[in-house]
């Protein structure tokens, strides 16, 4: 509850928490100026596509709580870019919200899908199925062996390194949205669907899914992973507006 009422009280009065005007960034989503003032990340390069191009993280906070956010894995699904983009800004707003939580971002787990529209990186493989996992099944779109596609290892390393509370990861669903989740993460999950109105999903009610993120997070190393799924095609910046609240209760562990 203390998130939903600090929301209330603080976004609207806060620049860029409404549908934008102005110019367009590289990414196509406009931006407020005052925000970019606001919000400048400081970005760091843990890994390269087989293009070379960089992915990217960012770092804020001081809090003792680890929480990973994972703007994209699948180049075809861009509808939590303005939620990667505002995040940062909302926990700037909050007061203590940076005192209570160290949160990385990574940027785009693959850019060159997201370059050419597609889901799959550059070599077509589904990163999002090259993961350490027991499930992990070798195939052409999924890799000869685990983590044999640099944008996996990155991610992979750095979440090692990190060894977060709590990861967080922006996909989207043709027909449908939901948060979906693997490992101890059905408290999370419950928090996110009473604030968002997504209903929960845990993985093992949907398609299989080898070697995912979540396999590997949640099955292996055990730490709780959300997976929000947006409804593919729907507009970044409703879909921000949709799950602000309940992204910012998970990261700071809030309940509702």
Not at 100 to 120: C, F, H, M, W, Y
Not at 129 to 137: C, K, T
């Amino acid at each position: 509850m203390r998130v939903a009422i600090l929301l209330a009280a603080l976004l609207p009065a806060c620049v860029g928490f409404h549908a934008p005007v102005g110019g367009a960034n590289e990414t196509g989503i406009a931006d407020a100026t005052a925000d970019a003032a606001i919000w400048s990340p400081d970005w760091r390069t843990i890994g390269t596509s087989h293009r070379g191009r960089p992915i990217r993280m960012t770092r804020m906070g001081r809090g003792p709580r680890r929480v990973l956010w994972v703007g994209g894995i699948h180049g075809d699904e861009r509808e939590g870019a303005v939620a990667t983009a505002q995040l940062p800004r909302v926990l700037l707003a909050l007061p203590d919200a940076l005192d209570r939580v160290t949160l990385t971002i990574v940027e785009d787990v693959n850019p060159d899908g997201t370059a050419q529209g597609t889901r799959g990186n550059a070599r077509g493989v589904d990163l999002n199925r090259n993961y350490p996992a027991p499930n992990f099944r070798p195939s052409r779109f999924f890799g000869a062996r685990p983590l044999d596609q640099p944008e996996a290892q990155a991610l992979h390393d750095l979440i090692l390194d990190e060894r977060p509370h709590v990861v967080l990861v922006a996909h989207a669903w043709r027909g449908d949205h939901f948060i979906n989740f693997d490992g101890p993460a059905a408290a999370l999950a419950a928090t996110f669907a009473s604030l968002s109105g997504y209903r929960v999903q845990p993985s093992d009610g949907i398609a299989a899914t080898p070697g995912s993120l979540g396999s590997w997070v949640g099955g292996t190393l055990g730490i709780p992973i959300l997976t929000i799924e947006y409804l593919r095609g729907r507009d970044p910046w409703s879909a921000w507006l949709e799950t602000r609240a309940a992204i910012v209760a998970v990261v700071l562990g809030d309940r509702p």
